[in-house]
């Protein structure tokens, strides 16, 4: 008897050993199972608490670092390929409310403009008609999309007619601020190959166009005509065949300029960190593919699009 008494805990021990681990194996799998029906409705804010790896723990996204440094050596990457070997390259990039330039390749530089030239255009006339009648401001809304969104040459020549040719343009635009010796303008249009524009010209008529601090005096609807008369990316207008399926669908309002040799292509972008920016990027290349060309312009937009503060 004292012998079965002596086994008999042993006999116990493992049987409890056995009944114990199955026990826990349950109940850790009732426990997986209630976490993971719960799990949806925990809160999703502390993703420094330790859950089991059975809960899905939330992550906030991290806008990927897309410095200044790495804007330049995209674009610079894109210019200098060798088929661009013999192209001449005008580009100034920067925001419209800061004193900043993002990227800049010859912004000094005279170059064809094609239907750049457009903007001066109806830069003018918009100054023209807001000192002389403002009252009739709201009625150049069709033909001031004629002209900058569907590029229309014969309306863009009417209309610099209409405002008192050249010299009263000059006057109209050197109020704004523009420097007469930075561009050259022969037609309303931008068809004839004498036209001139250096890229910080235009970009200075954009910022002028979007922010305007004449005395302070109310140029919002003149702003808005401009803004709202150009082509929207991937939307309407001579824009409306570009930038599909990007980030820049429906956020870029430019004019385009489409000469033999000649692209361009300047106006306004949205950008997550800096807000509007003011672009004109000018190439001409007698005998390129003009399609090569466009490609190179939309894509320096595109990797402007994705540039943020990192400072």
């Known amino acids: ?109 005279n170059l064809i403009p094609a239907s750049n030239t457009k903007l001066l255009t109806t830069a003018a006339a918009l100054r023209i008609y807001g000192d002389r009648n403002p009252e009739k401001l709201a009625s150049l809304r069709p033909l001031l999309s004629a002209v900058n969104r569907y590029s229309n040459n014969s309306r863009a020549n009417s209309l610099l007619r209409r405002i008192g040719g050249q010299r009263a343009a000059r006057n109209a635009l050197s109020i704004l601020g523009l420097d007469t010796s930075a561009y ?75 000469l033999r040799g000649v692209r361009t292509l300047s106006g306004y972008l949205e950008n997550t960190d800096y807000g509007t920016i003011a672009f004109s990027v000018m190439v001409n290349q007698p005998g390129q593919s003009g399609r090569r060309l466009i490609s190179a312009i939309d894509r320096i937009l595109l990797q402007t699009a994705r540039v943020n503060r990192c400072d």
């Open 1 to 109: 008897m004292r012998r079965f008494k002596t086994q008999m805990p042993v006999w116990l021990s493992g049987a409890i050993v056995i009944i114990t681990t199955i026990t826990v194996n349950i109940n850790l799998e009732n426990l997986n199972r209630a976490e993971a029906t719960v799990a949806p409705q925990l809160p999703k804010t502390n993703p420094a608490k330790s859950f089991p790896k059975s809960i899905p723990i939330y992550v906030p996204q991290i806008k990927p670092r897309f410095c200044q440094k790495e804007l330049e050596s995209a674009i610079t990457s894109i210019v200098k390929n060798p088929s661009f070997k013999s192209a001449r390259w005008g580009i100034l990039i920067k925001p419209v409310r800061e004193a900043k330039v993002l990227y800049q390749l010859n912004p000094n530089m």
């Open 184 to 258: 050259k303008q022969v037609d309303g249009s931008g068809l004839s190959r004498s036209n001139r524009a250096k890229p910080s010209a235009l970009v200075s008529l954009l910022q002028g166009m979007h922010v305007d601090n004449l005395n302070k005096v109310d140029r919002n609807l003149e702003n808005d005509l401009f803004y709202n008369s150009l082509a929207i990316a991937g939307v309407n207008g001579t824009l409306r065949n570009r930038f599909h399926d990007t980030p820049l669908k429906g956020r870029l309002h430019g004019k385009t300029g489409t």
